[in-house]
């Protein structure tokens, strides 16, 4: 139980485009979702946090307007990386708590992006 | 300020015995988690301390000491299935994951 799809799992884009990353609690609801992103050979960075039908929490240094996170349900939480730049490139992982408990975290496939 | 200290990288032998440690400073504790990630996957669940002690769990077993802000995972009968690396992450007050760096575990022969 307890698991979260995250699509897609790879996605090539063209500098200036938008991407749109998808998040689904599959048979539990996510009150919160943690967006990560992590380059290689490096640890996970927190993005932002967001609750199901408020603002996201944005970490400090990352682009609000840039990253735009909804989480208008229980069950789905997007990230939309905008006019996005070579730098932008990265394996972006989305992470929900399993209900109020401490105990788990479980995490989405995770997606590669490329900017060309 | 909040940090997570693990080794970047471990080489250990197929079939030995090998520790990886992981040293934490947060603002508050709510428990410690290890995860496994292998390249270009996302990190797995391996286990989770929140009591000072041992907890076994097949050929992982993972040590808290609160006290001492000090942790490690002990991966037994290694396989060369478990070259991955693993990430020791602590929650702080707020319950937010601190991550460490990862620790780069390879297996050789």
């Known amino acids: 139980g307890a698991v979260v799809s995250q699509h897609p799992s790879r996605v090539i884009c063209k500098s200036g485009t938008s991407v749109k990353i998808e998040c689904r609690s599959l048979?539990?609801?996510?009150?919160?979702m943690f967006w990560y992103r992590q380059f290689p050979k490096k640890s996970l960075m927190l993005m932002a946090t967001s609750n199901e039908g408020s603002k996201a929490t944005y970490e400090q240094g990352v682009e609000k307007d840039k990253f735009l996170i909804n989480h208008a349900s229980l069950t789905l939480s997007t990230l939309t990386v905008t006019s996005a730049h070579p730098e932008d490139s990265s394996f972006y992982i989305c992470?929900?708590?399993?209900?109020?408990?401490?105990?788990?975290?479980?995490f989405g496939s995770g997606t590669r992006l490329t900017v060309v | 300020g909040q940090n997570i200290d693990q080794p970047t990288e471990m080489t250990a032998t197929e079939g030995a015995i090998v520790q990886i440690n992981c040293t934490y400073q947060t603002s508050g504790f709510n428990g410690l988690f290890w995860y496994q990630q292998h390249a270009g996957e996302a990190p797995t669940f391996l286990s989770y301390n929140v009591l000072d002690g041992l907890e076994e769990k097949g050929r992982f077993s993972s040590f808290l000491s609160r006290s001492k802000g000090y942790s490690y995972l002990l991966l037994k009968e290694l396989q060369m299935k478990d070259s991955a690396s693993y990430l020791c992450a602590a929650t702080d007050s707020n319950y937010q994951l601190i991550w460490g760096a990862g620790t780069k575990l390879i297996i050789k022969p």
């Open positions: 992470s929900a708590r399993i209900g109020t408990s401490n105990y788990g975290y479980t």
């Open positions: 048979d539990f609801q996510a009150t919160t």
